[in-house]
Nanobody, 116 residues
Framework: QVQLVESGGGLVQAGGSLRLSCAAS????????MSWYRQGPGKERELVAVTSSAGSSTNYANSVKGRFTSFKDNAKNILYLQMNSLKPEDTAVYYCKAVVTGVVYWGQGTQVTVSS
């Protein structure tokens, strides 16, 4: 059974950093690309980053380029999102996503709050 569990969210001041983790199980992690999404209060869910199956490349939303880094540890089945230079507009619930044999799976989300 596919399971995705996010952790690492919290409250941080503007300019600070957080590292989010998504622990994956129930599928061959190294064979699948993974994504991060976020949903701020009163906003639609938006794509943040997409990382290839091998973790060799990642594409980012323009709003986070140069500040966020997503990478896969295929040996540990964990997807990370390193967030630096955080801004209040980064405040959101962050979710990881996997598409495994055509089925979309989401984690439960982790709250990130950035104070000004």
């Amino acid at each position: 059974q596919v399971q995705l569990v996010e952790s690492g969210g919290g409250l941080v001041q503007a300019g600070g950093s957080l590292r989010l983790s998504c622990a994956a199980s129930g599928f061959t992690f190294s064979r699948y690309g993974m994504s991060w999404y976020r949903q701020g209060p009163g906003k639609e869910r938006e794509l943040v980053a997409v990382t290839s199956s091998a973790g060799s490349s990642t594409n980012y939303a323009n709003s986070v380029k140069g500040r966020f880094t997503s990478f896969k540890d295929n040996a540990k089945n964990i997807l990370y999102l390193q967030m630096n230079s955080l801004k209040p507009e980064d405040t959101a619930v962050y979710y990881c996503k996997a598409v495994v044999t055509g089925v979309v799976y989401w984690g439960q989300g982790t709250q990130v709050t950035v104070s000004s």
